[in-house]
């Protein structure tokens, strides 16, 4: 049983290993790091590498993998359909905390990265259609400067902003951190609504369908 989970960026790695050594002991893990597919998606759109991705996938499975993970909201959907294609199993690590968000009520999504905004909207409308629910009421935070702290290596600044901009809200029944690196800020906020992250759940959904 190996997962191979593909990244934008290397901070994932050690989060995505203490995860799966908390609740999934005994799974493979095979990290694969392409931060260029985050910068290229960022100005000219997820679908520009949607090749680069394909290929990684073929790779992945030549190498093993039963399944793969994408933890990049920006071109989880690119990632996703590249594995219909190949009819290999590859989810997107924020599928599972859409599918909760939409049956919370009102949803809230907070990013640091401007391209993540829309393919996140895209799946909460998504997984409210699957689950017969009207459309969800979806508002938008991009927070202000937290992704200039998270390139400049400064964690605490990244999460501290994301997890002010939490407790900034008001008027929902759910906050989405619409990207994974964003989890740690949920520790941070005092705000008495849910705040979902992605990687515990998305983890759990690829840990199953890799047979684990």
């Keep these: 049983m190996t997962l191979t989970l593909l990244h934008t960026s290397a901070v994932h790695v050690p989060v995505f290993d203490a995860l799966r050594d908390a609740g999934h002991p005994g799974l493979v893990l095979r990290h694969v790091v392409q931060r260029e597919l985050l910068d290229r998606a960022g100005v000219t759109g ?4 949607a090749g680069d991705v394909e290929a990684l996938l073929v790779v992945a499975v030549a190498e093993g993998a039963t399944a793969v993970l994408c933890t990049c909201s920006t071109i989880g959907a690119v990632a996703e359909s590249a594995g219909e294609a190949l009819g ?7 599928r599972p905390m859409a599918a909760a968000a ?7 999504v907070l ?32 927070v202000e400067g937290a992704w200039e702290r998270f390139e400049a290596g400064d964690r605490d600044g990244f999460l501290d ?5 939490a407790d900034a809200v008001t008027d929902t029944d759910a ?5 994974g ?28 369908v890799a047979g684990y």
């Design 161 to 165: 902003l994301v997890a002010a901009a």
């Design 102 to 108: 939409v049956r919370a009520g009102r949803v809230t």
């Design 181 to 208: 690196s964003m989890a740690g800020a949920v520790t941070r906020t005092t705000t008495p609504v849910p705040v979902l992250s992605s990687p515990r759940p998305g983890l759990a959904a690829a840990a199953a």
């Design 88 to 94: 290999i199993p590859v989810l997107r690590v924020d």
């Design 111 to 142: 990013a640091t990265y401007p391209a993540t905004l829309e393919p996140t909207c895209a799946l909460l409308a998504e997984e409210a259609r699957k689950a017969g629910l009207p459309g969800a009421e979806v508002t938008t935070v991009l």
């Design 175 to 179: 906050i989405v951190l619409a990207q």
């Design 46 to 49: 997820p679908e520009s590498v």
